[in-house]
């Protein structure tokens, strides 16, 4: 990949090949004299002649390899492009689904509360119920107790009438 992006890169400038020393070739990540010896002394992808620094500077060794890089490097790029894609999907996706189970979770706490409140509800309800039972029976039994009063006193009454009458 070194070697491809110094090729597509820094030896093809808008279309036309280029050549750079090799200071500034060897500089490039990735790149050693081991690398430049392979491309230019077993696959001739690269040619070498002498500059004026009294160093050597590197090229494309023919005009005719400029376009099928090109297009190499554009079928790289969209396959780079259609990678960054489908991995901007995929983060997507993982996203919505992190998303997804929190909201489940979030509904699943909020089904717990609801069961809490109304189970809280219904006790409050049947506490309710008690007391409007049990205030009526007391209520009903102050009303025989108070009857019971009467009875007894229109009872006492009667028997001092009757002792009076008598």
Not at 24 to 36: F, S
Not at 63 to 69: E, G, K, N, S, Y
Not at 113 to 138: C, E, H, K, N, T
Request: charged letters at 30%.
């Amino acid at each position: 990949l070194s070697a491809q992006l110094l090729i597509e890169n820094k030896l093809i400038i808008d279309g036309n090949r280029v050549s750079l020393p090799d200071a500034v070739v060897l500089k490039e990540k990735g790149i050693d004299v081991g690398l430049i010896a392979y491309l230019h002394d077993i696959h001739h992808i690269l040619r070498s002649e002498p500059n004026t620094t009294g160093g050597i500077s590197y090229e494309l060794s023919h005009d005719t390899l400029v376009a099928p890089i090109l297009k190499a490097k554009k079928e790289r790029e969209d396959k780079e492009r259609l990678a960054s894609l489908e991995v901007e999907r995929l983060e997507e996706l993982r996203q919505q689904r992190e998303k997804a189970e929190k909201e489940q979770l979030e509904l699943a706490k909020t089904r717990k509360r609801l069961r809490l409140v109304y189970s809280l509800l219904g006790l409050a309800l049947l506490a309710l119920g008690a007391a409007v039972f049990f205030g009526i029976d007391s209520n009903n039994q102050k009303m025989k107790a108070r009857a019971a009063e009467i009875a007894a006193m229109d009872q006492k009454d009667s028997v001092l009438l009757a002792k009076n009458i008598a």
